[in-house]
């Protein structure tokens, strides 16, 4: 062989190895620029992400005060329900004891009438024996069945009558 051919056969093999070197340069530099922009994308996926967990952290947190408010409210109701039913049951007891008191009085109001039922017969019996025993000695009956009663007095008029009207004062009548 000679040394023109083993100089192209080497330059031929250099170059090869020149051209898949470049091709290599070529490949790296898809594949940095393909993780360069694999970072960028995980990235902004990584910021989404956090951002959604920290709302999600925010709602959770609130959802955690409604749940705490509402129990609060929950138990003020539960505890105003509570007073108004032993506010119920006492009122209740209270109204017991009065319809006791009530048909108390009323039976004694009912025993009293009857004793004056009672004492009105007795009185017109007595009444009617005094008569009977007046009738037998003679004298005249100081009782009678009607009473009279006293004229009625105004206690607003009363001593009005005897002031005397001056001379030049205004009297409406």
């Known amino acids: 062989m000679a040394p023109s051919a083993l100089r192209t056969r080497a330059a031929d093999a250099l170059h090869m190895n020149q051209i898949a070197l470049n091709n290599q340069s070529r490949m790296i530099r898809r594949l940095r620029a393909k993780l360069a922009t694999e970072r960028r994308e995980s990235t902004t996926i990584k910021k989404v992400l956090e951002k959604k967990v920290s ?16 129990r609060n409210t929950m138990n003020l109701y539960h505890e105003d329900v509570d007073r108004r039913i032993s ?17 108390e009085s009323e039976d004694m109001m009912q025993e009293q009438h009857l004793v ?13 024996t ?16 009607e009473w009279e009663e006293e004229p009625y ?21």
């Open 55 to 70: 709302s999600m952290e925010r709602e959770l947190q609130i959802q955690r005060c409604d749940n705490h408010s509402l």
């Open 130 to 145: 005094i008569q009977v025993l007046q009738e037998d000695n003679g004298a005249p009956a100081p009782f009678d069945d």
């Open 87 to 103: 506010q119920l049951v006492e009122a209740k007891k209270e109204h017991r004891t009065n319809q006791a008191r009530i048909q």
């Open 116 to 128: 004056i039922e009672a004492l009105v017969e007795e009185k017109a019996s007595l009444l009617q």
């Open 153 to 173: 007095e105004d206690p607003d008029e009363e001593g009005f009558e005897d002031i005397p009207v001056g001379e030049g004062e205004i009297v409406d009548e």
